[in-house]
């Protein structure tokens, strides 16, 4: 419970913090902001304060910050002049285009370090049972979670490569496993069933705990600086995934009431990030969870279509480069492909999350 309350926290605090970047780097170069949201749709409540309302919406899929002139179709009121978008220089739309998702990689990359500072990075397998399957050989015997297989049949097993080797030799059928469960050691007959991934092999039906290994202050900061990339790219892959044609028809059959949709193209909402915030055993994966939360929110954002941040970025190239401003009525129809596309992609999400939650 405490887990799912902290990661609807963070998300709005993540989005916040975008939308934050872009208001404070508008202020920093003179731009004027009029609304700064978290949310879509219908406002639920806001507050004026100087020239910007502050406020929350219905819809829990982002948010917004309106600066004056960034609107392509926007007319601008001459008292305006000079703290328009659409009058500031090339590095100052970059800057204001640019300061949401670099906040959302710096509370990422932040939160990578701290997490591999302090409980280090995942190392190799290790031969303490992190999950036991269930109707396997090892549930049936009695093996539990924190187990440490000490030998199978009369070979030790002192890696977690050895308990695979072992389990090759070995075969299906009966034999016993050795274990050390809190310093007691154990022996349990187990009738291994056939391996389906390796002919031959016996099937215990367990999962290795991973182990730590130790990460400094200095490397801490390449460790984070890879697991944001690595982020990103799986991010992008998972995208190229979900948008080929044959998920988008899966995803209309959700709407159908066919909720069984693989996990390398789920869409999931923020119901689902506080679904999995639940289920988090411990304080090293929740955070890892958030870190790659602020990588997917910065990642989507940086994408070349109009109107996300890297879509006006992209405009800001191309006005640039040219010395033509865009023409806005060919950067519509695309704002409302695009628009229109993820929000498909965030109902998908949200029927998927309240009908078929993810188990962790």
Do not use: C
């Not at 049949?153 to 030799?169: H, M, R």
């Amino acid at each position: 419970m405490f887990g799912g309350l902290a990661a609807a926290v963070a998300i709005v605090f993540f989005v916040t913090a975008h939308e934050a970047g872009h208001f404070l780097a508008a202020k920093a170069v003179g731009m004027k902001a009029t609304q700064f949201f978290f949310g879509f749709g219908p406002k639920i409540w806001s507050v004026q304060k100087g020239e910007t309302e502050y406020g929350f919406k219905w819809l829990p899929l982002g948010g917004y910050v309106r600066i004056v002139g960034m609107s392509p179709m926007e007319e601008v009121s001459p008292a305006d002049a000079g703290r328009t978008y659409r009058e500031k220089k090339f590095w100052e739309k970059s800057f204001v285009l640019l300061a949401g998702v670099g906040t959302n990689f710096l509370l990422a990359f932040g939160i990578f370090y701290g997490v591999g500072v302090a409980d280090g990075a995942p190392g190799g397998p290790t031969t303490e049972v992190g999950m036991v399957s269930e109707a396997s050989a090892a549930a049936a015997a009695g093996l539990r979670p924190g187990d440490v297989i000490v030998a199978v049949g009369g070979s030790e097993t002192p890696k977690w490569a050895d308990v695979e080797a072992a389990l090759q030799t070995a075969g299906p059928g009966p034999n016993a496993v050795r274990v050390d469960r809190d310093g007691e050691l154990l022996t349990f007959d187990v009738n291994l069933t056939a391996s389906e991934t390796h002919a031959g092999a016996g099937f215990l039906g367990v999962t290795p705990t991973i182990g730590r290994v130790d990460i400094g202050p200095v490397e801490g900061v390449g460790y984070a600086g890879r697991l944001v990339w690595d982020g990103a790219v799986s991010t992008l892959e998972a995208i190229f995934r979900m948008v080929r044609p044959s998920s988008l028809a899966q995803y209309f059959g959700v709407f159908l009431g066919d909720t069984d949709v693989p996990g390398e193209i789920r869409p999931v909402s923020p119901i689902g990030v506080v679904s999995i915030g639940t289920q988090a055993e411990s304080a090293t994966f929740f955070f890892t969870i958030l870190a790659l939360v602020n990588v997917i929110l910065a990642t989507i954002n940086l994408l070349p279509l109009f109107p996300l941040d890297g879509g006006h970025f992209a405009v800001a190239i191309y006005e640039k480069v040219t010395g033509r401003q865009a023409d806005a009525r060919r950067l519509l129809p695309i704002a409302a492909v695009v628009i229109g596309l993820f929000a498909f992609l965030g109902f998908v999400a949200i029927i998927l999350d309240l009908t078929n939650p993810i188990n962790l």
